[in-house]
């Protein structure tokens, strides 16, 4: 049984009436998470072609976006699908709300015949939750680039393999 909270929560492609309130939560979580910054220009792109690369999806709840999830195919590999991040705002974490965002990622990346997804993580104490999500949805540690970012930040590459 869904949480009545989840129960009024919608996830669904981010729209340009989205855009403001998704890029305040990029602005707000840029503060702690170094780390995304290439998220907004992701998001920007998706909403300006949502069929093109990139695409981006938004959790609302009450009409308001309590989430996002950037994704996308990616360029010049076959069937497969990358997630750039899932970001929830923090009053609303630890709800559901980010495994419903990787459901619909999952779902679409899906519907345009992808077979596998993979995400990229720096391994970041601040992104413990971020992996965690990924890896309790089915996401499995592929590879690990040791000392990527900066010494002693990983890049943890996850994949996660579409029926």
Same mark, same amino acid.
């Given at each position: 049984?869904?949480?009545?909270?989840?129960?009024?929560?919608?996830?669904?492609?981010?729209? /340009?009436?989205?855009?403001?309130?998704?890029?305040?939560?990029?602005?707000?979580?840029?503060?702690?998470?170094?780390? $995304?910054?290439?998220? #907004?220009?992701?998001?920007?792109?998706?909403?300006?072609?949502?069929?093109?690369?990139?695409?981006?999806?938004?959790?609302?709840? =009450? *009409?308001?976006?309590?989430?996002?999830?950037?994704?996308?195919?990616?360029?010049?590999?076959?069937?497969?699908?990358?997630?750039?991040?899932?970001?929830?705002? #923090?009053?609303?974490?630890?709800?559901?709300?980010?495994?419903?965002?990787?459901?619909?990622?999952?779902? /679409?990346?899906?519907?345009?015949? *992808?077979?596998? $997804?993979?995400?990229?993580? #720096?391994?970041?104490?601040?992104?413990?939750?971020?992996? *965690?999500?990924?890896?309790?949805?089915?996401?499995? /540690? /592929?590879?690990?680039?040791? =000392?990527?970012?900066? =010494?002693?930040?990983?890049?943890?590459?996850?994949?996660?393999?579409? #029926?």
């Amino acid at each position: 049984m869904l949480a009545p909270a989840l129960k009024r929560l919608a996830v669904r492609a981010a729209c /340009e009436n989205d855009l403001a309130a998704a890029l305040a939560l990029l602005n707000w979580e840029k503060a702690r998470n170094p780390w $995304i910054g290439r998220v #907004p220009d992701l998001l920007r792109n998706a909403v300006a072609d949502p069929t093109g690369e990139h695409r981006a999806c938004v959790a609302e709840r =009450d *009409a308001e976006v309590v989430g996002l999830g950037v994704y996308g195919m990616v360029a010049g590999a076959v069937r497969t699908g990358m997630l750039y991040a899932v970001l929830v705002a #923090p009053r609303s974490r630890r709800s559901g709300i980010g495994s419903r965002i990787v459901f619909h990622v999952t779902t /679409e990346l899906a519907s345009v015949a *992808a077979r596998t $997804i993979f995400a990229e993580v #720096p391994g970041d104490p601040c992104l413990v939750r971020y992996r *965690a999500l990924l890896i309790a949805y089915g996401f499995v /540690e /592929e590879s690990r680039i040791d =000392d990527y970012y900066r =010494d002693g930040v990983p890049q943890i590459v996850s994949r996660f393999d579409l #029926p």
